[in-house]
């Protein structure tokens, strides 16, 4: 019998799937002490690189305001202000610092916007959906992408160990191994807010409100062998590519749309709105343009503006509330909390970091601390009447039914639209998923971790479980792949 997993104090953990929440789909709660020990700790095991996301590059500009959307959020950088500064980070997610820019891999796409109400970060990816729905699951999920402890190599045998008990990641597994898993540069990359968010307007009407960013320059992304032959020559491409565009006066532009659901509408879907690994169709919730974001200066100094650059899926303004997503409540916690780890605790005075509106709390000192009060009162409240609360109501009220539990959110369907996607996709893309998943599956030494992977595949779509499956087994080289890719016509409804 296998030893019992513990705590750090050596307590048995009798759930570690499920984060401890109000209500079966409600807000996580802190009071989840494994959780939280579970999400501090891995933010603390590197000094000082990121955990995640640690290669990156960054760059600054403007958002500007082309479709205010009042009707739907009082937030002034989507309803009235006329532009906004930004600062935007672009990154690979599971790699080291100095790693090839060239590595299938889900990108960062992180925006910072310095508005007229304080900083709002959105913290998203280049794909649509994540691995995992519950935060209880992040620190596994690095764990079994980086490399072995034991050996420090990288395996795809640990990888799929993992993913072989997340049927969840079925969706995701299209979208990493098609072709949009290795971008062309940032330039041409997507990106999308991943998470459910909550918008609200001046009426306290709530809804919830997915991101989608379209880059002008168009979308473009590698071939495995063409992304082996750019790595040959060049494995900071990405970054070299965006900095030298800037240098030379060039703009980088992306396009931000939103889709907008009616929090009424989820009570007639059978899957969860706010679960990370879905998406919305947009025949039924369609994208609407927001703005314009327009990057026109790389970083002065790489450290000081991109190593230092932090963010946060915590840092919202009135107007944006997070979904009841038990990832993003996880997230919420886990970004500052690390920032704080690698930067210290006044990570938010650097000039990269801090709001371009005065700043007023009670919170003093620390290391490196910048921003200093003359005032001899340091508390609230107080008579002075110094910096009060504004006293204005919850944002958003939050219904909660059910007892305190951890359990799976009531709808997973984890199948459902990895196989919508999959068909959607244009042949070119369709078959790259084949082609990469099933190179990498022949990669795996444990049949029984590549049965399973396949199994979840063949619930998704019969074709492309035994197209995978064949692929892994060598019964299908690229000639006869390109056939199929001939042959087959797209889907109806096939994106372009």
Excluded: C
Aim: proline content about 7%; charged content about 25%.
């Amino acid at each position: 019998m296998p030893d019992r997993l513990t705590t750090n104090q050596g307590a048995a953990v009798p759930d570690n799937q499920h984060s401890l929440t109000a209500g079966r789909r409600g807000p996580t709660l802190v009071t989840d002490h494994h959780l939280i020990e579970k999400l501090a700790h891995f933010d603390r095991e590197r000094i000082p690189e990121r955990v995640v996301n640690a290669r990156g590059a960054a760059a600054f500009g403007t958002f500007r305001l082309t479709n205010p959307l009042p009707q739907f959020t009082k937030a002034a950088v989507f309803a009235r202000d006329a532009t906004t500064p930004v600062g935007a980070r672009f990154s690979t997610f599971i790699h080291s610092k100095g790693s090839p820019e060239t590595l299938r891999d889900p990108r960062g796409f992180a925006v910072k916007f310095y508005t007229s109400q304080g900083n709002y970060d959105l913290v998203g990816s280049s794909l649509p959906v994540s691995f995992i729905r519950d935060a209880m699951k992040f620190p596994d999920l690095v764990h079994a992408m980086k490399p072995d402890p034991a050996t420090g190599v990288q395996d795809p045998n640990r990888i799929f160990d993992f993913l072989n008990f997340v049927p969840e990641a079925t969706h995701m597994l299209v979208w990493l191994y098609s072709d949009l898993g290795i971008p062309k540069g940032y330039r041409h990359m997507l990106g999308f807010g991943v998470h459910a968010f909550v918008w609200i307007n001046e009426r306290d009407e709530a809804r919830y409100v997915k991101y989608h960013w379209k880059p002008v320059a168009g979308i473009e992304s590698f071939t495995a062998p063409e992304a082996a032959a750019m790595q040959a020559k060049d494995f900071s491409h990405a970054t070299r590519d965006l900095w030298s565009t800037l240098r030379t006066g060039a703009v980088v532009e992306y396009d931000l749309y939103v889709q907008v659901m009616e929090t009424s509408d989820e009570l007639e879907l059978t899957w969860d709105p706010v679960d990370a690994t879905k998406t919305w169709p947009e025949e039924r919730w369609p994208l609407a343009l927001v703005g314009r974001m327009t990057l026109n200066r790389a970083p002065l100094n790489e450290f000081a503006e991109s190593e230092q650059f932090a963010v946060t899926p915590s840092a919202l303004v009135p107007g944006v509330e997070l979904s009841p997503d038990k990832l993003l409540q996880g997230r919420a916690f886990a970004y500052p909390d690390t920032q704080r780890h690698r930067l210290g605790a006044n990570y938010l005075q650097l000039p990269v970091n801090r709001p371009r509106v005065a700043v007023h709390n009670q919170q003093q000192d620390g290391p490196m601390a910048i921003d200093f009060s003359s005032s001899g009162v340091n508390y609230e409240p107080n008579g002075a009447h110094e910096h009060e609360q504004s006293g204005d109501p919850a944002r958003w009220q939050l219904t909660i039914a059910g007892t305190v539990t951890r359990e799976k959110i009531p709808n997973p369907d984890d199948f459902t639209q990895a196989g919508e996607t999959w068909r959607g996709l244009i042949p070119a893309l369709r078959f790259s998923v084949v082609r990469n998943l099933g190179d990498e599956l022949a990669r795996v030494r444990d049949q029984k971790i590549v049965s399973t992977i396949i199994g979840f595949l063949t619930q998704a779509d019969a074709p492309l479980g035994e197209l995978v499956r064949r692929r892994a087994r060598g019964e299908l080289d690229d000639a006869a792949l390109a056939a199929l890719q001939t042959a087959e016509p797209a889907p109806a409804g096939a994106s372009e």
